[in-house]
């Protein structure tokens, strides 16, 4: 089920999926590899979710590179988590919200919230949905950062678009053949003043992400 194609790059690898496993995951040679590169802060594409994004750990070493790479010095970065304990750590959110984010996620929704460290700063976490993507973020231990390929391909996410596009620049491609066609982005919204703003609509409805926020919440909260 897997193939694993040898690059003519000394240290990039190339992990060739069909799809995954019944239970959502893949071959654990490819997420010790790929945890392993991440440790050493290389750069990886994989799909998370439904979307292939560049990932990376969430230094200043990785952020260049990935800023280098993206040829942008202002895109922010969206971090990946893999717990609620995760989100606490980067985050400061209301039981209202607390509530609400148990709700949509895991899924495919990125949330902006005000950062622990200093609240009047805004931090975008997304918690995915992919088992093997959890795994990852297990065995590095710490939150992920990423960005979509699209700043490279241009919205494509055929495969060997992305094989040309980030064969001799980044550390590891894995591809899932199964997700390499073009989905809905994540849907963005904004919650960090306590208060509902859908920036993006995608992957998750207005309807469905409104009924979340507001379900158990008096009018005088809302």
Known sequence: MMQF??????????????????????????I???????????????????????VGMSNSI????????????????????????MLESLA??????????????PGEVTVIVPQRQNADKEIALRYPKTKFVHEIIERTGLPLIAVNIMYITRG??????????????????VIIEE?????????????ANGKLKIIRVGKVSSEEIQSYFYLGSSDEEI
Do not use: M
């Open 5 to 30: 194609v040898e690059s003519r790059c000394k240290n990039d690898d190339i992990f060739i999926i069909k799809k995954f496993k019944k239970d959502g995951s893949i071959d654990s040679e490819v």
């Open 32 to 54: 010790n590899r790929v945890s392993h590169i991440l440790l050493q802060n290389g750069i990886v594409v994989l799909p998370v979710d439904s979307q292939y994004e560049i």
């Open 62 to 85: 990785v952020e260049q590179k990935i800023r280098n790479l993206i040829k942008s010095r202002s895109k922010k970065f969206v971090r990946l988590i893999a717990s609620f304990k």
């Open 92 to 105: 400061t959110v209301s039981k209202l919200q607390y509530d609400f984010l148990h709700r949509i996620w």
């Open 156 to 173: 494509s996410a055929q495969q060997q678009n992305i094989i040309l596009d980030f064969q001799k620049k980044v550390e590891a491609i």
């Open 179 to 191: 997700l390499c066609k073009r989905h809905p982005r994540p849907t963005l919204i904004n919650i």
